[in-house]
């Protein structure tokens, strides 16, 4: 999806210097893969809760791709 796409279905958007982070509350059915794969970048006591800096830009795409529900979503940066 585009980032476009993603902000038009009600994504949340989390910069990032190497990729940014999306977070769609609606659709996230609350596995907790995100905040037990890396607490670093994913911390709900925290606000903002997502800190795409927090770790490697190869960490936080690994981590979003174990969300079972699609609720987190990233797009690279060119460069
Ligand atoms: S891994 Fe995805 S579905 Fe699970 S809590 Fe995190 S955002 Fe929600």
């Known amino acids: 999806m585009t980032e476009k796409e993603l902000l038009e279905k009600g994504y949340r958007k989390y910069r ?21 794969g890396n607490g670093e970048i994913f911390n709900l006591d925290r606000k903002p809760w997502i ?25 690279q940066k060119e460069g």
């Open 16 to 36: 990032g210097e190497e990729v940014d982070v999306y977070f769609n509350t609606q659709i996230c059915e609350h596995s907790g893969n995100c905040v037990r």
């Open 51 to 75: 800190l795409p800096d927090n770790a490697s830009k190869e960490e936080v795409m690994r981590v979003i791709d174990t969300c079972p529900s699609g609720a987190l979503q990233y797009i």
